[in-house]
């Protein structure tokens, strides 16, 4: 097998070496020696074990991918045309993070460089997409000349005339009597991106329905998303004959089952559910959503660490913070996982609300880019874990560890990260085969045959 190791401690990115895992063998191998016998790192812990069972099939993995917001777009424009094909590259290609999903938003939101409507009249003669034009779409269009993708898009608010407060921001809520045009409104934005040649394969109604913010925002109760998706929506993509379809929901995981069980009906047009991590990765909702609801997409939309200036070392704990929800998704019925911005710049922007965040890749004071912690852990999940390949069930006999296996072309793919303050000693068991190994604190592996 090829191990590939991460440890931004120790200066190893994506480290390859190789590593036998033979059959029948019972005996510990150097490396278990050499590493988790010193006197600083935890040299009488217990081996712990961990079996992956190939044959044990659970659900299919369609890929990962991140947000294009109008302030990732800003700070592409921002680099040399030699660097940003680099950039694209990094995060689209097979040597890179191998993304091949992305997300949009209709119109404005926090990270934008202003306000923004694609309609002001109340009949959209007025409807447009050229405010995209400027910057986001052709980026995507350049990303898109390395690989096609396939994109979720959401609105963060109704255009101001359609809602009950007259304001973009602070919430409020999308008048009754606009529901028919706003279903259109969606569709126009569908149907316009999709002539760019940017496939909106997922659309959901409205991002975070229950959040009231000072950015764009719009409050949908349940019963009005019920009834805006299934008497509005739904009708307005059948009159068109979308291909795209629905993932309903778009906000954190604390009440993913009992939201899941209220608005997901069988129709052609539900894809799934989406979901945030706002609130935490709440794998107990997740696995209990899987298990009531077996053949719907589960996809994690958005999620996101908060800004603190850029520190490598103090980065690592964001890479972490990542992969444990990735992980605890695909272990309890997760398909697919979209970050937000892909590309922001030191200061965790531009964002007309002061609404600074992390990403994965960010723009430096010299307006180059720089790979963070958070790149390199993605990349042992979206890098390995291909888009079709299908989640293997695994047991871990210690909570010490997080660890996520799949099949890929029928080969057995298992990435452990070890979060805690010491060396750990492991053992990995598929079928009559064994390998011992030591995980180094704060590191991450993967194992690929």
């Not at 050499?34 to 190939?54: C, G, L, R, Y």
């Amino acid at each position: 097998m090829i191990k590939i190791e991460t440890n931004i401690n120790k200066n190893k990115r994506w480290e390859k070496s190789k590593i036998d895992f033979s059959q029948n063998n019972n005996k510990k191998n150097n490396n278990i020696d050499s590493k988790a016998n010193s006197k600083s790192d935890n040299e009488n812990s217990k081996i712990v074990t961990i079996e992956v069972f190939p044959n044990k099939e659970k659900q299919s993995w369609i890929g990962m991918g991140g947000a294009v917001t109008e302030a990732s777009s800003y700070n592409m424009d921002k680099l040399s045309e030699e660097e940003k094909q680099d950039f694209i590259n990094a995060y689209y290609s097979k040597a890179g993070l191998n993304y091949n999903l992305g997300r949009v938003a209709i119109a404005s939101n926090d990270f934008c460089l202003k306000k923004y409507q694609l309609a002001k009249k109340r009949d959209l003669r007025d409807f447009s997409i050229d405010h995209d034009r400027q910057s986001i779409i052709p980026n995507i269009k350049e990303i898109q000349k390395k690989k096609k993708l396939d994109f979720v898009a959401s609105p963060w608010s109704p255009p101001r005339f359609m809602k009950t407060n007259w304001l973009l921001i602070f919430g409020g809520h999308l008048r009754k009597k606009y529901y028919d045009l706003y279903s259109e409104y969606l569709t126009r934005f569908i149907k316009a991106y999709n002539d760019e040649g940017i496939n909106i394969k997922y659309l959901t109604i409205q991002n975070e329905p229950e959040a009231r913010q000072i950015w764009e925002s719009c409050i949908f109760s349940l019963d009005q998303q019920k009834n805006f998706i299934y008497n509005y929506m739904i009708p307005k993509m059948e009159k068109y004959k979308l291909d795209t379809k629905l993932l309903v929901w778009d906000h954190n995981k604390e009440r993913l089952s009992e939201v899941a069980k209220f608005l997901i009906q069988k129709n052609p047009y539900i894809a799934g559910i989406g979901y945030h991590y706002y609130t935490g990765p709440h794998p107990e909702q997740v696995k209990k959503t899987r298990e009531e609801f077996k053949d719907i997409m589960m996809i994690h939309t958005e999620g996101c660490c908060g800004f603190s200036p850029y520190d490598e070392i103090g980065w690592i704990n964001d890479g972490e913070i990542y992969i444990d929800d990735i992980i605890k998704d695909i272990n309890n019925g997760g398909n697919g996982y979209i970050d937000w911005n892909i590309f922001l710049d030191y200061k965790g922007g531009p964002t007309d609300k002061r609404n600074f965040c992390k990403s994965p890749i960010i723009l430096d004071e010299n307006n180059h880019y720089k790979l963070t912690p958070i790149y390199y852990y993605l990349g042992h999940i979206s890098k390995y874990f291909e888009p079709g390949s299908i989640i293997i069930e695994n047991k871990l006999k210690d909570d010490k560890l997080l660890v996520a296996t799949c099949k890929n072309n029928n080969k057995t793919i298992i990435t452990i990260c070890n979060n805690t303050n010491n060396n750990e000693q492991i053992s990995i068991k598929i079928g009559n085969k064994l390998v011992y190994d030591v995980i180094e604190k704060h590191s991450i592996i993967t194992y690929c045959e």
